[in-house]
Structures are given as structure tokens and as C-alpha cells.
């Protein structure tokens, strides 16, 4: 008995070594794959997410949240998503400030907006457009560039200043969000990330 307990250990010993002894090039190998894949997967979109329906989705949760607090026949403005990062570019080249700018994407994604509170028949009006007798709701909001993704915040705010509804979600950076914001991708951007 004392004999295979013995003989286990030497196995499991041994079985060990042969686990530690991995190459770390393998392992390295095995994540950069990983990761290329997951970059593959990003860099060639099969149409399931579009900007459009991402956008929609979020306009959607955004009247669900304000739904009792917002009535149809209140007008609304929506104005472009503001670049969080946009304070920070102002001493940038016309160069640097068109990498990563997502002024192009907020505006795009403003209209898309508007297209959906309107499909939802919520009453639209254009900015500096003729006001109604009503005072009018604004919707805003603001992007993000970070990495792989684009940190969004839509809101709708009253004429008081009251916040109606807000949502926040995350975005991948697909073809269409890459053209809009002039910025190219980077294998590090889809790997994951350890923290301790």
C-alpha cells in the first residue's frame, strides 16, 4: 500500500513537470490566435449588429424608461452625440483630432435617433427649426472611443432640466463605426485584458 501511494506521487509529480515544462511560446501562441479570431470575427461583421439596429435598440430602451413621464405629443430635439475626448483635442493637429473623433459617428448616430422616436410617433422637431406653443424635450448624449468599443450614454432631459430616461451600453467598433471615426484597429484592442 505505502508502495503505490508512493508510485502515485512520482505520477503525479511527473505529470506536473510535463504541465509546468509548457513552452510559454505556445501559450503565446494560443492567446494571439485566440485573439486573432475574436479580431476576425469583429473586422468582418456578418450584418447581425449595424449600427442602425444598435442605435434603434437604444432609443427603444430609452422611451421604455420614459414612457411615464413623456407623452407622444411633446416635442423633442435631438441633438448630435457629444466626443467625451473632444475637450482634450483642441491643442491636436487637424490631423491627430480626425483619428478617433467621433463627431461624425454622433451626428449619424443623432439622426438615427430621430428616425426612430419618429417611427415610435414621437413628435420631432429640427433644431433651430420653428418652435411649437409647447416647450420642447431634449435628447443627447455622448460617445466614447475606447479601444475595441464605444462607450454611449443617450438621456432625455425635460425643459426643467429633469432627466426623463437614460441608458448607457457599450458598442464594438465594427467597419461602420471605423470609417466613421477614421481609426484603425489594433490586435491589442481585441485581447483580453488581466487585472489583478
Given at each position: 500500500m505505502i508502495f503505490s501511494v508512493s508510485v502515485r506521487t512520482v505520477y503525479v509529480r511527473i505529470l506536473a513537470m510535463m504541465l509546468l515544462s509548457l513552452p510559454v511560446a505556445g501559450c503565446v501562441a494560443v492567446m494571439a490566435g485566440t485573439a486573432g479570431v475574436i479580431a476576425y470575427d469583429r473586422l468582418n461583421e456578418d450584418g447581425k449588429m449595424s449600427l442602425a439596429s444598435t442605435t434603434y435598440s437604444?432609443?427603444?430602451?430609452?422611451?421604455?424608461?420614459?414612457?411615464?413621464?413623456?407623452?407622444?405629443?411633446?416635442?423633442?430635439?435631438?441633438?448630435?452625440?457629444?466626443?467625451?475626448?473632444?475637450s482634450q483635442r483642441i491643442t491636436e493637429t487637424p490631423e491627430q483630432q480626425a483619428v478617433g473623433n467621433t463627431r461624425l459617428l454622433g451626428q449619424v448616430m443623432s439622426g438615427?435617433?430621430?428616425?426612430?422616436?419618429?417611427?415610435?410617433?414621437?413628435?420631432?422637431?429640427?433644431p433651430g427649426g420653428a418652435m411649437p406653443s409647447?416647450?420642447?424635450a431634449t435628447v443627447s448624449g455622448t460617445t466614447l472611443l475606447n479601444g475595441s468599443d464605444?462607450?454611449?450614454?443617450l438621456r432625455i432631459v425635460d425643459s426643467k432640466g429633469r432627466i426623463l430616461g437614460s441608458y448607457d451600453y457599450v458598442m464594438p467598433v465594427t467597419s461602420d463605426i471605423r470609417n466613421l471615426t477614421n481609426s484603425t484597429p489594433s490586435l491589442t484592442d481585441f485581447m483580453p485584458s488581466f487585472k489583478d
Open positions: 437604444a432609443t427603444d430602451m430609452l422611451t421604455s424608461q420614459a414612457r411615464h413621464n413623456l407623452n407622444k405629443a411633446t416635442p423633442l430635439i435631438v441633438l448630435p452625440l457629444e466626443d467625451m475626448k473632444a438615427q435617433v430621430s428616425s426612430r422616436l419618429t417611427q415610435l410617433g414621437y413628435m420631432v422637431i429640427q409647447q416647450t420642447p464605444v462607450i454611449t450614454n
